[in-house]
């Protein structure tokens, strides 16, 4: 009983890293997409605010 215990543990933990390894670079570019979408957010407005006063400044 206790042996196959412990080997059912051995082989959960061992699918369990597979899963990890394959998935992190999924994760990480997910993270990347959110980050980026994030950033996207507040930089977008500010180069759009930028871009209408540098019109608006300008000799017509």
Request: net charge neutral; no cysteine; aromatic share 6%.
């Amino acid at each position: 009983m206790g042996n196959n215990f412990n080997l059912h543990i051995q082989t959960l933990r061992a699918s369990l890293s597979v899963q990890v390894v394959r998935f992190a670079p999924v994760l990480a570019f997910h993270t990347n997409i959110i980050v980026l979408s994030h950033f996207g957010e507040i930089v977008l407005p500010v180069i759009i605010i930028v871009t209408s006063v540098v019109h608006q400044s300008l000799p017509e």
